[in-house]
């Protein structure tokens, strides 16, 4: 998990730990006083399911060789309603989105 502390302001610091954001509120007035208040994060994932997910290495064929191009979680998501599908990967430790591409059901499979 990775841990990034921001120095906003001498009031204010931004804690983010994983995909979660906090601020970190100091008065003034109370000295040592600490309020933490969550911030809510949206991924565009809310309204999807997670039907298969695995730790997996994205590489890509560039220039004659496979390039490594991140680690993370491969997910296959599904939307709720709709039954569209992505995949859907994000580098580990910065959750920076890596991959995201669209499953269309005329892709099908070879044997």
């Excluded at 040592?32 to 565009?44: D, H, I, N, R, Y």
């Excluded at 910065?94 to 059901?105: E, G, M, Q």
Aim: with cysteine.
């Amino acid at each position: 998990m990775s841990i990034l502390l921001v120095q906003a302001c001498p009031t204010m610091q931004i804690l983010v730990l994983g995909c979660q954001v906090h601020l970190l509120l100091f008065s003034s007035s109370e000295g040592s006083g600490l309020a933490l208040q969550e911030v809510a994060t949206e991924t565009g994932e809310e309204n999807e399911n997670v039907i298969f997910h695995a730790n997996s290495v994205l590489f890509e064929f560039t220039d004659g060789s496979w390039k490594e191009r991140g680690k993370g979680e491969l997910k296959v998501n599904v939307q709720r309603g709709t039954e569209n599908a992505r995949l859907l990967m994000r580098a580990r430790g910065n959750y920076r989105v890596i991959l995201n591409a669209r499953i269309y059901p005329e892709y099908g499979q070879e044997r």
